[in-house]
């Protein structure tokens, strides 16, 4: 229980630094992106914030043997630079620059029962079904 | 519509969810990846589940929570047409699984990481999403 405890707690903090942050207002991520017109540069100060707490935490857990509920870090592995990472990437930037949403924030408007960011929501489950549901097929299909 | 620059607001925030993804990865091993850990919470039913399904909750209890503590309520100003919305739903959900991360897994996550692969994805995604919002505000038109 204590361990569920935890992720919900992460998760709580999260939401709340997306609210205190101004991540969950649309407008404000489409002006950060908007850099020759109403430029609001406020997000590049999440990201500091953000970066500022976990890179020197990540590198004390990096020393430590494990976490406290599971047996190991799952620590990702990847370093190769390949196509479906940029392909992924670019379409994901414009989704969020057409929205003003990315995956957080939609998931943490959702109980103010807006029904657009709702829809949204809908559309992304679909997106990443789909996604999901195509590296399936590349991994069974013999190459 | 103009956003308020809010430096200390934005970088707070982004201390919380520093703290989060801290606490998850101290707690769990996991990266706080909102993409992953939805996606996989769709996907499949595993030993990830009840910690994605406890981190979830905890997302869906910010803003309420947050609300309610501040007597505040969060500004949500959606400007695009809903047409527009689903359709960047549809990118956000495939180009983030499609390209193994999001604003928290690549951005803030994999830069903590200092993963090349994380920061060039960012990098990705931020140039992609600068450039569908100079084309729609400035070289279409629009708001």
């Given at each position: 229980?204590?361990?569920?405890?935890?992720?919900?707690?992460?998760?709580?903090?999260?939401?709340?630094?997306?609210?205190?942050?101004?991540?969950?207002?649309?407008?404000?991520?489409?002006?950060?992106?908007?850099?020759?017109?109403?430029?609001?540069?406020?997000?590049?100060?999440?990201?500091?914030?953000?970066?500022?707490?976990?890179?020197?935490?990540?590198?004390?857990?990096?020393?430590?043997?494990?976490?406290?509920?599971?047996?190991?870090?799952?620590?990702?592995?990847?370093?190769?630079?390949?196509?479906?990472?940029?392909?992924?990437?670019?379409?994901?930037?414009?989704?969020?620059?057409?929205?003003?949403?990315?995956p957080?924030?939609?998931?943490?408007?959702?109980?103010?029962?807006?029904?657009?960011?709702?829809?949204?929501?809908?559309?992304?489950a679909?997106?990443m079904l789909?996604a999901h549901?195509?590296?399936?097929?590349?991994?069974?299909?013999?190459? | 519509?103009?956003?308020?620059?809010?430096?200390?607001?934005?970088?707070?925030?982004?201390?919380?969810?520093?703290?989060?993804?801290?606490?998850?990865?101290?707690?769990?091993?996991?990266?706080?990846?909102i993409s992953g850990i939805v996606s996989g919470w769709l996907t499949q039913?595993?030993?990830?589940?009840?910690?994605?399904?406890?981190?979830?909750?905890?997302?869906?209890?910010?803003?309420?929570?947050?609300?309610?503590?501040?007597?505040?309520?969060?500004?949500?100003?959606?400007?695009?047409?809903?047409?527009?919305?689903?359709?960047?739903?549809?990118?956000?959900g495939?180009?983030t699984v499609?390209?193994?991360?999001?604003?928290?897994?690549?951005?803030?996550?994999?830069?903590?990481?200092?993963?090349?692969?994380?920061?060039?994805?960012?990098?990705?995604?931020?140039?992609?999403?600068?450039?569908?919002?100079?084309?729609?505000?400035?070289?279409?038109?629009?708001?």
């Amino acid at each position: 229980m204590t361990n569920l405890l935890s992720a919900a707690t992460s998760g709580l903090l999260f939401s709340i630094g997306l609210t205190v942050s101004g991540m969950i207002n649309p407008a404000k991520v489409k002006n950060f992106l908007d850099v020759a017109g109403h430029w609001d540069p406020s997000l590049a100060f999440v990201m500091a914030g953000a970066i500022l707490v976990t890179l020197p935490g990540y590198a004390l857990l990096k020393k430590s043997s494990k976490p406290w509920f599971a047996p190991t870090f799952s620590w990702p592995t990847r370093q190769d630079v390949d196509a479906p990472l940029l392909t992924g990437a670019v379409l994901f930037g414009i989704g969020w620059a057409l929205s003003g949403l990315c995956p957080g924030p939609a998931i943490a408007v959702l109980p103010t029962a807006n029904p657009t960011v709702a829809g949204f929501a809908v559309t992304m489950a679909l997106g990443m079904l789909i996604a999901h549901r195509q590296s399936r097929l590349n991994e069974t299909i013999p190459r | 519509m103009s956003t308020e620059f809010t430096p200390f607001a934005s970088f707070l925030g982004g201390m919380f969810i520093g703290l989060a993804a801290l606490i998850l990865m101290a707690a769990h091993g996991r990266i706080a990846g909102i993409s992953g850990i939805v996606s996989g919470w769709l996907t499949q039913y595993d030993d990830k589940t009840r910690v994605n399904t406890a981190f979830l909750v905890g997302i869906l209890l910010g803003l309420p929570l947050f609300a309610s503590v501040t007597e505040q309520t969060p500004v949500i100003d959606i400007d695009s047409s809903l047409t527009a919305m689903l359709i960047a739903g549809l990118m956000v959900g495939y180009g983030t699984v499609h390209g193994s991360g999001c604003t928290s897994g690549h951005g803030v996550c994999g830069i903590s990481r200092v993963s090349a692969r994380s920061l060039i994805a960012t990098a990705t995604f931020l140039l992609s999403g600068t450039v569908m919002i100079f084309i729609s505000r400035h070289l279409v038109g629009g708001t």
